[in-house]
């Protein structure tokens, strides 16, 4: 029987050009909303260092206007702008598979295809880890650092008053005083989900291309078992569009696909691997990246979540994040 190999199917810049294409697209953060395609941030992937500053200037400050009079030794004391800066990280990153178990998967016509489609999903859902990781780590630094004032804890509550109901929602997203309307997206854990299911809490509507995904009060919704879950606690975020910027490409120098062979594996029958590797950065706007525990190149998942490697830059009502902590 006639074998696909991925030799015989793929061309390394048109698989990496289409994985980097799908992985944006297919992206449930992407559709949602909640993170928004960073042209800075791509720019930067692909030039030297580990990470990049993104200069802004901060608001006017609201002070009371000066009254006007006719005194001409009287002068007005001009107020002065001030700017911040945001410290993107990026992360190199590669995974391989080995095509002796994917070459009987992946047998027949369409293998191209359905390899291409199983890259992308993979990147799509390390980019959503990234994210949620960087949220806790987000999350852990305003309660140690900001006195949680983007987190609404109502987990010593009575119950009903301590569990995941709209109510509770709406109160978290108050966090944002007079920004919690721009609210549209939700990130939970899967029994929080489930719960919103059997509430019957969810609403299915279709995106742009026809493809159904759930939304919360008007909120799109996102369901990851990597949300925190602490005991009977469980974590919540809520997002404005655009709270998070992202990019993804190919590295610079390093191909972003690229076959291994290994004619002598498997007593001479042979063995390709397929590598694939990009430079990617998931960045919570409004925060600054600390670099305090990173051990290696690129910070891990694991060390996206830590508090001390992250500082926030703006004032709360400028970062479209809220947190709620609940029972279920």
Same mark, same amino acid.
Do not use: C
């Given at each position: ?64 206007? *000066? =009254? #006007?009079? +006719?005194?001409? %030794? ?6 002065? $702008? /001030? &700017? ?57 630094? *305003? =309660? #140690?650092? +900001?006195?949680? %004032? ?6 010593? $509550? /009575? &119950? ?59 909120? #799109?919704?996102?369901?990851? %078992? ?103």
């Amino acid at each position: 029987m006639a074998v696909t190999r991925l030799g015989d199917v793929i061309v390394p810049e048109e698989f990496t050009a289409y994985t980097v294409q799908n992985t944006m697209e297919a992206n449930a953060l992407v559709q949602s909303g909640i993170v928004t395609r960073n042209a800075a941030i791509e720019g930067q992937l692909t030039a030297g260092a580990d990470s990049f500053t993104v200069p802004f200037w901060n608001d006017l400050a609201d002070d009371e206007a *000066n =009254i #006007a009079n +006719d005194d001409p %030794d009287v002068i007005a004391t001009p107020r002065k $702008l /001030t &700017a911040e800066k945001q410290i993107v990280r990026k992360s190199f990153l590669h995974n391989s598979w080995s095509a002796m178990n994917l070459a009987s998967e992946l047998a027949g016509a369409d293998a191209l295809t359905r390899i291409q489609d199983r890259a992308s999903a993979y990147w799509s859902r390390q980019t959503q880890r990234r994210l949620i990781a960087s949220l806790n780590g987000i999350l852990a630094d *305003n =309660i #140690a650092t +900001d006195s949680g %004032d983007m987190v609404l804890d109502v987990t010593a $509550l /009575t &119950a009903p008053s301590s569990s995941f109901g709209a109510e509770a929602v709406i109160d978290a997203a108050g966090t944002l005083g007079d920004q919690m309307g721009n609210v549209a997206g939700i990130a939970v854990h899967s029994d929080i989900y489930r719960k919103m299911l059997k509430l019957d809490l969810v609403e299915f509507i279709p995106d742009s291309t026809g493809r159904m995904f759930a939304t919360y009060r008007g909120m #799109a919704v996102v369901m990851d %078992d990597l949300m925190p879950k602490v005991g009977d606690d469980y974590t919540t975020a809520l997002f404005a569009p655009g709270a998070v910027g992202w990019g993804i490409t190919a590295p610079n120098i390093a191909d972003g696909t690229e076959i291994e062979n290994k004619p002598g594996a498997g007593n001479g029958g042979g063995q390709q691997i397929l590598h694939s590797r990009v430079n990617l950065s998931v960045h919570p706007s409004g925060f600054a990246w600390a670099e305090d525990t990173v051990a290696d190149e690129s910070p891990t998942i694991a060390e996206l979540a830590l508090a001390a490697n992250w500082r926030r830059v703006v004032e709360r009502k400028a970062v479209g994040l809220a947190f709620l902590k609940s029972k279920l």
